[in-house]
C-alpha cells in the first residue's frame, strides 16, 4: 500500500532562474525532472515504480496516482497472415479474435515494402479449429490510406498479378 505525504513546499516554477535548479519536490528514491515538477499543492504518493534504465532512473515527471481506475486501450503487433489484399482492404487470418469495428494499426510486409496502414474489422468469424488453438478469419477495411500506402498496396498487388501470369 502507498503513503501518502502531503507536500507544502513553495514551487520554484513562479521564479524560474537559468542558473538555479529547482529542488525535487517528490518524495521518491528516483529524481525527477525540476522544470517538470508538480505544483505544490497537489499531493504526491510514492510508488514503488521500477526506474527506467534507459533515462538513469530520473523520472520526467511525478506520476500522480489514480484513485479508482481509469481505462485504456494499447495497441499490441501479433502475427496476422494476409489471405487475401485489395487496394480498400484486406482478408487475415488471426489465432484471435478482433472486435467488430475496431480500429487497428496493421504492419504489412509486401514484398520488400513495409507500410503501416489503420484499418476497421468489418467482419470476424471462425475459420478453422485446430488441436494448437482456434483460427479466426477478419476482413478489415482500410481507413484512409496514405497516398505512400496506397502505391505500396497497388504496386503489390501488380506484382503478384504479373508473376501468376508468367506461371
Known amino acids: 500500500m502507498a503513503k501518502r505525504q502531503a ?12 542558473s538555479k535548479k529547482a529542488k525535487n519536490p517528490v518524495p521518491s528514491t528516483r529524481e ?6 508538480p505544483p505544490p499543492n497537489i499531493e504526491i504518493v510514492s510508488t514503488t515504480a521500477v526506474a527506467d534504465p534507459a533515462t538513469g532512473g530520473v ?3 511525478a506520476r ?15 502475427p496476422v497472415i494476409i489471405k487475401e489484399i485489395s487496394r480498400t482492404g484486406a482478408n487475415v487470418q488471426t489465432a484471435f479474435p478482433l472486435h467488430l469495428n475496431s480500429l487497428h494499426d496493421f504492419r504489412l510486409t509486401l514484398g520488400e515494402r513495409s507500410v503501416i496502414v489503420k484499418g476497421r474489422v468489418v467482419h470476424c468469424s471462425i475459420a478453422d479449429v485446430e ?10 477495411e482500410f481507413v484512409e490510406p496514405s497516398e505512400r500506402v496506397d502505391a505500396a498496396i497497388t504496386a503489390f498487388i501488380a506484382d503478384l498479378v504479373q508473376q501468376r501470369r508468367t506461371i
Open 32 to 37: 525527477t525532472s525540476p522544470e517538470l515538477a
Open 59 to 61: 523520472q520526467r515527471a
Open 64 to 78: 500522480i496516482p489514480i484513485l479508482g481506475e481509469a481505462h485504456g486501450e494499447v495497441t499490441v503487433f501479433q
Open 7 to 18: 507536500k507544502t513546499a513553495p514551487s520554484d516554477r513562479s521564479t524560474p532562474e537559468p
Open 131 to 140: 488441436q494448437e488453438g482456434v483460427l479466426y478469419r477478419s476482413g478489415i
